[in-house]
Antibody, heavy 127, light 108 residues
Framework: QVQLQESGPGLVKPSQTLSLTCTVS??????????WSWIRQPAGKGLEWIGH???????DYNPSFKSRVTISVDTSKSHFSLKLSSVTAADTAVYYC???????????????????WGQGTPVTVSS | DIQLTQSPSSLSASVGDRVTIACRAS??????LSWYQQKPGKAPQLLIY???TLQSGVPSRFSGSGSGTDFTLTISSLQAEDFAIYFC??????????FGQGTKLEIK
């Protein structure tokens, strides 16, 4: 059973860098056709995709974050990480990690879906 | 970016009711649409992908349909545990992956 677990500081000061880690268990993070993703949700609002890293190491980011975001992977520790720089109060949210994949168990290509998700970790940006 | 618009934004219904939630894409996305359920304080959970394929373990009272720009999620007979927020998500033209704004399903 694949499980994801976020960790990191719950409070970050404005202008500093938010750093979170997602530890993956039940599957090798460096194999398969998976996109290891970060998604956030401000309180009472919708879901916003931040970006992902593919098993090859290629990254894609939401343009709305411009150059503030970096996602990396450490296969030896079976985790991937998010860094979001120059944070403001608008970055206060629950941050989720999730696996995105497009292939069925029989190898057929299908629509992408996020499954599973981590439980989420709240991050507050405040001085 | 592809925009997803859900309707209604909120909905009141009773146990046993049949409920339908709509998701409209700003351009055609084939069947690259998935649906998620989110309960308070919890992470979203995958219900349906490929517009109509039920994720393993999801009750059969949930179903999805549509293709192109218009999609629906139907709950055939509401149970108490179904009151939650529902989101649609498109993976056709990424990045970025985008989500609908959510539909809150409340008890009448």
């Amino acid at each position: 059973q694949v499980q994801l677990q976020e960790s990191g500081p719950g409070l970050v000061k404005p202008s500093q860098t938010l750093s979170l880690t997602c530890t993956v268990s039940g599957v090798s993070i460096g194999t398969g056709s998976f996109y290891w993703s970060w998604i956030r949700q401000p309180a009472g609002k919708g879901l916003e995709w931040i970006g992902h890293i593919y098993t090859s190491g290629r990254t894609d980011y939401n343009p709305s974050f411009k150059s503030r975001v970096t996602i990396s992977v450490d296969t030896s520790k079976s985790h991937f990480s998010l860094k979001l720089s120059s944070v403001t109060a608008a970055d206060t949210a629950v941050y989720y990690c999730a696996r995105l994949y497009f292939y069925d168990a029989n190898g057929s290509y299908s629509s992408g879906r996020f499954d599973p998700w981590g439980q989420g970790t709240p991050v507050t940006v405040s001085s | 970016d592809i925009q997803l618009t859900q309707s209604p934004s909120s909905l009141s219904a009773s146990v046993g009711d049949r409920v339908t939630i709509a998701c409209r894409a700003s351009q055609a996305i084939s069947n690259y649409l998935s649906w998620y359920q989110q309960k308070p304080g919890k992470a979203p959970q995958l219900l349906i992908y490929g517009a109509s394929t039920l994720q393993s373990g999801v009750p059969s009272r949930f179903s999805g349909s549509g293709s192109g720009t218009d999609f629906t999620l139907t709950i055939s007979s509401l149970q108490a545990e179904d009151f939650a927020i529902y989101f649609c998500h498109q993976s056709y033209n990424t990045p970025p992956n985008t989500f609908g704004q959510g539909t809150k399903l409340e008890i009448k």
